[in-house]
């Protein structure tokens, strides 16, 4: 898979990116989780979505949010990052410029940004949210969500617990003209640790529901 080095708000930023032969495939973007905690673009939630969009057919491309492996400048409480991510956003829309569907999904603190991203970019049509740290960060600007979107988590997350990912479910569900679909993956911690037990499970529900997307989409 080709290294990126494209242009971010603070230098440089580090990216990976997969291409689909087709030139009017979707793309997607996925965001890693907090910088300041271990988290990086080759996190294992980031490896598997980012493969995962690929199998589906989008051109993919997920990077290192700034002050990460070779991403210049410093963590900046996610303001920052979230300029990053419209940038790396930008910068795969101006290789894909026929692209018709474009989608965000993000990991922990990239769940975070990428909802945020959402806001910003009305072309964005559908996004994942994987255990979303609804007990850490305020995601009150959701208002209204302006797409639909799948959030799922693990039910033994003791990191973002999923009490409060059901109040975010709930509030988001209370809006209209949008379908927040809310799956959860049966003993699962925030990392989705096993496998074969955890993982893999996830990444079904995400094909699954991204795939019904794609398809009510061609209709």
Known sequence: MPELIFPGPEGRLEGRYHAQHAPD????IILHPHPQFGGTMNNRVVYNLHYAFHRM???VMRFN??????SQGEFDQGIGEL???ASAL???QAMNPNSK???VAGFSFGAWIGMQLLMRRPEITGFISVAPPANMYDFSFLAPCPSSGLIINGTADRVAPPKDTHVLVSKLRE???ITITHEEVDGADHFFRDDEVHMKPMIDTVQTYVRRRLTENTR
């Open 175 to 177: 809006q209209k003209g």
């Open 101 to 103: 569907h474009c989608w």
């Open 25 to 28: 495939a979707p793309i997607a």
């Open 57 to 59: 057919g989008f051109t």
């Open 83 to 85: 300029s990053d991510a």
């Open 65 to 70: 949010f700034r002050g990460v492996g070779r």
């Open 90 to 92: 930008d910068y795969l």
